[in-house]
Nanobody
Framework: HVQLVESGGGSVQAGGSLRLSCGPT????????MGWFRRTPGKAAREGIA????????RYAESVKGRFTISQDNAKNTLYLQMNSLKPEDTGVYYC?????????????????WGQGTQVTVS
């Protein structure tokens, strides 16, 4: 049974850091791709910001490259998003997503499983 539950959101000042967690996912390591998405104020669509292929290859949106890091702890079956040097424009609801395919996409339509989201506020 796949269940994605995000945690770690909160309020932080600009320049600060947060680490989001998603898991345990219930997914078998190496058989799925995962990603982090966000919905920022005033935008209806979810934006892909960091994704990971089933082999661990990662890709980032230009807006977060060099500041955010996606990682996975296979033993804990948990996905993480380390967010450093946060900016007010990073404010939004952050979601983790997963799909039983090997190659991750930045397109939210490419994922069957979603968490409920966690709020990140940067002031």
């Amino acid at each position: 049974h796949v269940q994605l539950v995000e945690s770690g959101g909160g309020s932080v000042q600009a320049g600060g850091s947060l680490r989001l967690s998603c898991g345990p996912t219930g997914l078998t390591s190496g058989t799925y791709c995962m990603g982090w998405f966000r919905r920022t104020p005033g935008k209806a669509a979810r934006e892909g910001i960091a994704v990971m292929d089933s082999d661990g290859t990662t890709r980032y949106a230009e807006s977060v490259k060099g500041r955010f890091t996606i990682s996975q702890d296979n033993a804990k079956n948990t996905l993480y998003l380390q967010m450093n040097s946060l900016k007010p424009e990073d404010t939004g609801v952050y979601y983790c997503a997963a799909d039983e395919t090997t190659i991750a996409t930045m397109w939210p339509g490419g994922y069957n499983y979603w968490g409920q989201g966690t709020q990140v506020t940067v002031s």
